[in-house]
């Protein structure tokens, strides 16, 4: 049975249907290396009798010919969205004990194509953090580590728990949240694959929060195929979320084709980064040929503003942060600690004790460029950045129809390695643009580095066009030959 | 510009947060460090640039104003730290 949890989805589905295992098997199975793997720290909350509820359903359904698309397929759910009944917190304090009495849009949509749920997967502190450490919970930590070594390393961050489930076999996909590269960084981190769509693909609602005008969600899962075939069930219109996109959502496990003849791929100079390691400098070259070799042609790019993406990032997602995160008032839900000075003192007692120092910080950095007089010097300065970066890329997507970059600057680190907040948010230099100008993006696994750790080849798509970087994707999962996994020792 | 510990004093303040004189002193340099990092979007020219306002063009819906949900007061507070009478309680704030 433990083979079943290195399978991947569509094997999974395949297998379930044909009648080689039932859908219980995958749930007992899934449900076993949950159990077993807690020193990852991976899980918030474990959710078994739901994963077999569903699996029950399906194994009843089986037979019917007419199963929905995850009939028999567990997953492990982020704790940012809020699942009925299920403790939901953020990894934060101040969300302690939160049991939503709704569901969010997403995890019902994946409830409906007839998924079940393993549990809730930890998380930087409201998706504040690139490693993981800022979980009320404690860090996650990756099944990956360096070559003759046994120092903890982060599995990335924010969607921590997402990447670690799914590289260590303890669900077969997952559900992460994008605000500036939680789901392509530590998809990177870990060798898995992850996409967040384009931004008003998968709706909002009931997902906690943290920068509204880039949040997205999207799926991580250990193959191109599993994302596209679980972002197809996730995504779709949602009158509950104003931005939601009222587009039918394309048939994208149907669409892939790796035949990538007749696609321009742009290589944007300016993400050539001098401090960046030459290995992973020389994957992206990799890369590059791997999509020649599928058929396509690289064309040189610009894209001038790159350099300003990051600082934008830093004004604009704490300015929402600082809006969204007023909510957390110790008075209708999550914690509260009396204080000494009425209402007044209530507030500041219970956002003290319930915040971490990252929320803290991004909420002060956030709160200070919101405020009189340094409105327009920040805010509206950083919205006509992102306005020049957003042009950027309209203007190279008339030269190319897919981006490559690499997806992240370094390698996973050690938890405790990254201290400066500044050095941790470089992190997402390659993946913050993206998420600013509201563009699919996915990371797929290239290759191992020195020390034996993955690294991720970022894939950057036109608005709506998440089939061509799903292609692209593809084209590269099937050069690079990616089969290395952690060895378990957890 | 820079920010003084009065000032981030201030800024606790305004965003309800609680803070010791260790934790500003602390902050103080952390948030000179990233504001001081921000501000290199001064060089940027942004003349005749309109600030983004939605990150893919789409036009706001209007829906029909109808009631769709409601009656659910139990679901509503039954989160909330203290509920009294059917309403959330809060310390008092009028003597």
Redesign the interface.
């Known amino acids: 049975m433990s083979e079943i949890t290195s399978k991947t989805i569509a094997q999974l589905r395949d297998g379930f249907r044909s009648g080689e295992f039932t859908a219980r098997e995958i749930a007992e199975s899934f449900n076993a290396a949950v159990a077993a793997a807690k020193a990852l720290n991976a899980y918030t909350v474990e959710t078994p009798e739901d994963a077999l509820a569903a699996a029950y359903a399906a194994d009843e359904a089986r037979g019917s010919g007419d199963l929905p698309s995850l009939a028999g397929i567990p997953l492990g759910i982020k704790d940012l969205f809020a699942t009925r009944g299920v403790d939901t917190t953020a990894g934060s304090n101040i969300l302690k004990g939160f049991k939503p009495p709704y569901e969010s849009t997403v995890t019902a949509n994946l409830r409906k194509a007839g998924a079940g749920m393993l549990g809730k997967l930890n998380m930087d502190e409201f998706a504040m953090g690139s490693s993981n450490e800022t979980s009320a919970y404690g860090p996650v930590i990756s099944p990956w580590r360096r070559k003759g070594s046994n120092v903890g390393l982060t599995p990335g961050g924010s969607s921590g728990g997402s990447a670690a489930a799914v590289a260590a076999d303890l669900a077969p996909g997952v559900t992460g949240t994008d605000t500036g590269g939680s789901i392509r960084q530590p998809a990177a981190f870990v060798g898995i694959t992850g996409i967040k769509p384009t931004y008003g693909r998968c709706s909002r609602w009931g997902v906690v929060a943290f920068a509204s005008s880039l949040d997205q969600a999207g799926p991580m899962a250990k193959t191109v195929r599993d994302c596209a075939i679980l972002l197809e069930a996730m995504a779709g219109f949602d009158p509950k979320d104003s931005t939601s996109l009222d587009l039918p959502v394309p048939n994208w496990e149907a669409g892939l084709s790796s035949d990538l003849r007749g696609k321009r791929v742009g290589i944007p100079k300016e993400y050539r980064i001098d401090s960046v390691p030459a290995e992973i400098n020389a994957l992206w070259d990799r890369g590059i040929e791997w999509l020649k070799d599928a058929g396509a042609t690289p064309v040189e790019i610009s894209l001038p503003h790159t350099k300003y993406a990051l600082p934008t990032y830093y004004i604009i997602a704490p300015a929402e942060a600082s809006s969204n995160l007023a909510r957390y008032d110790g008075v209708r839900y999550g914690l509260r600690e009396s204080g000494c000075d009425g209402l007044d003192g209530m507030y500041k007692a219970t956002r003290e004790a319930g915040f971490g120092a990252e929320v803290k910080r991004r909420i002060m950095i956030g709160t200070y460029v919101l405020s009189a007089g340094f409105y327009d010097a920040y805010f509206t300065k950083a919205q006509k950045v992102r306005a020049l970066i957003k042009q950027d890329f309209a203007r190279a997507f008339e030269q190319c129809d897919v981006i490559l970059t690499p997806t992240a600057p370094s390698a996973a680190f050690g938890i405790g390695e990254t201290t400066d907040p500044l050095a941790m948010y470089l992190n997402d230099v390659f993946a913050v643009p993206a998420s600013l100008a509201g563009l699919p993006a996915m990371s797929v696994p290239g290759g191992l580095d020195e020390q034996g750790l993955p690294l991720g080849l970022h894939l950057i798509g036109n608005e709506l066009d998440e089939q061509t970087v799903l292609n692209a994707g593809l084209a590269i999962e099937e050069r690079a030959g990616f089969t290395a996994r952690p060895e378990k020792w957890w | 510009?820079s920010?003084s510990s009065e000032?981030?004093r201030h800024?606790?303040k305004?965003?309800?947060?609680?803070?010791s004189d260790a934790e500003i002193d602390a902050?103080v340099p952390?948030?000179n460090?990233?504001?001081g990092?921000?501000?290199?979007?001064?060089e940027?020219n942004?003349d005749g640039?309109?600030?983004?306002?939605?990150?893919?063009e789409?036009k706001?819906?209007l829906?029909e104003d109808q009631i769709t949900d409601g009656n659910?007061r139990e679901?509503?507070l039954?989160?909330?730290?203290?509920a009294q009478h059917g309403f959330?309680a809060?310390?008092?704030?009028i003597e």
């Open positions: 510009m920010v000032q981030v800024i606790a305004l965003a309800r947060i609680g803070m902050l952390e948030l460090n990233i504001l990092w921000v501000e290199q979007l001064a940027v942004t640039v309109e600030p983004l306002t939605a990150v893919i789409q706001l819906r829906r659910i679901a509503v039954a989160n909330a730290p203290e959330f809060v310390p008092k704030v």
